[in-house]
């Protein structure tokens, strides 16, 4: 055989090696790794189910000065919300009925990449509200890669459940709008999210990642408002399964 031809043979196979790494990165890998957290979330939630039941945390004094009226309208219910966890600590677990029945991933604290959306987990950004609170809730994870919690994030349809459930129970917040941002736009953090300085009267979810797919050029962003909270004595909400695709 020429030399030639070995250096053609050669240049083939590694073509074929890195069309492997492509294929593994971005599905066989996402798979199971998605599949590994999926199972890590619901082993979660399964603890949750079978502690024995208690007094949902403390509400902050926010959430205290806006109580949750209850579905008749009756009552109000106070929504608890939890102290902030230590760094890469897990405290809740996400579900989007939307993105299908079985997609739920961890939420753990901070969103650093190595500990954390590296590792599939869903972050939540320090220093912004936590689940049920007075201002903005704000969360990121990978769209591709690692599991690729967030891959369908622009396919959400306005009034998609997006739920967070804690050891308390569920926080149920529905899906409004989507937009674009560069990377530097922090300002989508905010309480009132792009509105610095002003005071939140509302409860809000955003959940960030990056846009296009496969870059890091700029950022989509899904913002939801909140509507109610469900305590874990009264069972998983109707949430759960409203517009499953």
């Not at 005071?199 to 962003?221: H, Q, V, W």
Request: proline share 9%.
């Amino acid at each position: 055989m020429s030399v030639v031809g070995v250096i053609g043979e050669l240049l083939i196979t590694v073509g074929v090696v890195a069309l492997l790494y492509v294929a593994w990165q971005m599905w066989i890998g996402d798979w199971i790794i998605g599949s590994q957290k999926t199972a890590e979330a619901t082993a979660l939630s399964q603890s949750w189910a079978q502690e024995p039941t208690t007094a949902p945390a403390t509400p902050s004094p926010d959430a205290s000065a806006t109580p949750q009226p209850d579905e008749t309208g009756a009552a109000e219910v106070p929504v608890p919300v939890l102290a902030e966890p230590a760094h890469g600590d897990q405290f809740g677990v996400m579900h989007v009925p939307r993105f299908g029945p079985t997609w739920q991933f961890t939420i753990a604290s901070g969103v650093t990449r190595k500990d954390i959306l590296d590792q599939g987990e869903v972050g939540h950004y320090p220093d912004t509200q936590m689940p049920g609170e007075l201002g903005n809730t704000v969360y990121a994870a990978h769209r591709w890669t690692s599991g690729a919690p967030f891959d369908p994030i622009d396919r959400l349809v306005v009034g998609d459940a997006i739920v967070v459930e804690t050891q308390d129970g569920w926080y149920t917040y529905r899906f409004r709008t989507l937009e674009y941002v560069q990377d530097t736009q922090v300002d989508v953090l905010a309480p009132v999210p792009q509105e610095v300085g002003t005071s939140p009267d509302g409860r809000y979810l955003t959940l960030t990642s990056c846009a296009p797919k496969f870059n890091m050029l700029e950022r989509i962003i899904a913002y939801a408002m909140f509507e109610s909270f469900t305590p874990r004595t009264d069972g998983p909400p109707a949430s759960l399964t409203e517009g499953a695709a």
